[in-house]
């Protein structure tokens, strides 16, 4: 968990930023909400870049440079950016709810079998061309999308590709790693796991799943859920890379540092005393 060891050298230092130099590699690390709303958002130009990392993007190794997570701050990835937006802005991403309500209750079926699908894309694309896809994020772009146009036929099979490995790989993990965290906070807090038992008793009636609809009508859970986000965060730390060297006050930044976002900001090492209070009563975010 370097994320701790990150945030008590930060207290230890009494700093919200912290340098350190590792085998050649400068890395800040940003350990407070408004540094890094100054940093990350109000500059972002300067701090959007990614860093570089041989093994992954050079050709003649993994080759993944193209990937929208690994490519630099330039047009290209300004293009994925364009892309994603398009299905993940907070209106357009409520078009999934059923996929994932469906999905929710094939979980265990999920996690007790094992599919081959190494070839994803070919799998998609093949369903699209003989009428049988399922609606997707690829099915959409396979189809002549605008998002696309002015590109050859192999430059928009790749952007395709490229998105669709982004989309699935970074929410696979993530996925899983929260399914996890929860249980284990569950198992931790019997409690809390009691309470939100006897909320979808009461209000959906016992034995009945609940549905993305129903989450207005069950706080405890929705804030139940977003504390286990605040405190055991599924990826703790934000890398960027420094594209430009400028001066803070009395702080200066270099080029080429490898920046690390502490999540949560504000971070704390252990559920809050409130946390009960705040879960009924939807105080979370104070």
């Given at each position: 968990?370097?994320?701790?060891?990150?945030?008590?050298?930060?207290?230890?230092?009494?700093?919200?930023?912290?340098?350190?130099?590792l085998l050649g590699q400068k890395i800040i690390v940003l350990n407070s909400a408004e540094i890094v709303s100054?940093?990350?958002?109000?500059?972002?130009?300067?701090?959007?870049?990614?860093?570089?990392?041989?093994?992954?993007?050079?050709?003649?190794?993994?080759?993944?440079?193209?990937?929208?997570?690994?490519?630099?701050?330039?047009?290209?990835?300004?293009?994925?950016?364009?892309?994603?937006?398009?299905?993940?802005?907070?209106?357009?991403?409520?078009?999934?709810?059923?996929?994932?309500?469906?999905?929710?209750?094939?979980?265990?079926?999920?996690?007790?079998?094992?599919?081959?699908?190494?070839?994803?894309?070919?799998?998609?694309?093949?369903?699209?061309?003989?009428?049988?896809?399922?609606?997707?994020?690829?099915?959409?772009?396979?189809?002549?999308?605008?998002?696309?146009?002015?590109?050859?036929?192999?430059?928009?099979?790749?952007?395709?590709?490229?998105?669709?490995?982004?989309?699935?790989?970074?929410?696979?993990?993530?996925?899983?790693?929260?399914?996890?965290?929860?249980?284990?906070?569950?198992?931790?807090?019997?409690?809390?796991?009691?309470?939100?038992?006897?909320?979808?008793?009461?209000?959906?009636?016992?034995?009945?799943?609940?549905?993305?609809?129903?989450?207005?009508?069950?706080?405890?859970?929705?804030?139940?859920?977003?504390?286990?986000?605040?405190?055991?965060?599924?990826?703790?730390?934000?890398?960027?890379?420094?594209?430009?060297?400028?001066?803070?006050?009395?702080?200066?930044?270099?080029?080429?540092?490898?920046?690390?976002?502490?999540?949560?900001?504000?971070?704390?090492?252990?559920?809050?005393?409130?946390?009960?209070?705040?879960?009924?009563?939807?105080?979370?975010?104070?």
């Open positions: 968990h370097e994320y701790i060891a990150f945030a008590k050298l930060g207290e230890q230092l009494k700093s919200d930023i912290v340098y350190l130099e100054e940093i990350m958002e109000k500059r972002s130009a300067l701090y959007s870049d990614r860093p570089p990392i041989p093994m992954v993007t050079d050709p003649t190794l993994m080759n993944w440079s193209s990937l929208p997570t690994m490519t630099g701050y330039n047009d290209l990835w300004r293009h994925y950016r364009r892309i994603l937006n398009n299905w993940l802005n907070a209106r357009a991403v409520t078009q999934f709810d059923d996929l994932q309500e469906r999905q929710a209750r094939l979980l265990l079926r999920r996690l007790l079998g094992a599919t081959d699908q190494a070839q994803a894309f070919e799998r998609v694309r093949n369903e699209f061309y003989f009428g049988v896809h399922q609606p997707s994020i690829t099915s959409s772009l396979l189809q002549d999308h605008t998002l696309l146009l002015g590109l050859s036929t192999m430059e928009k099979e790749e952007r395709v590709k490229e998105v669709g490995f982004t989309m699935f790989g970074g929410g696979t993990d993530t996925s899983a790693g929260f399914l996890v965290n929860l249980v284990a906070a569950m198992v931790s807090n019997p409690h809390a796991q009691a309470i939100a038992q006897q909320e979808l008793d009461t209000v959906l009636g016992q034995g009945v799943l609940p549905s993305i609809t129903d989450k207005e009508r069950l706080p405890y859970i929705r804030n139940l859920i977003d504390e286990v986000f605040r405190l055991y965060p599924v990826i703790p730390l934000g890398r960027k890379d420094s594209a430009g060297k400028e001066v803070l006050p009395q702080i200066e930044l270099e080029r080429n540092s490898l920046m690390l976002e502490l999540k949560p900001f504000d971070f704390e090492l252990k559920p809050r005393s409130d946390a009960h209070y705040r879960l009924i009563t939807g105080t979370i975010d104070e």
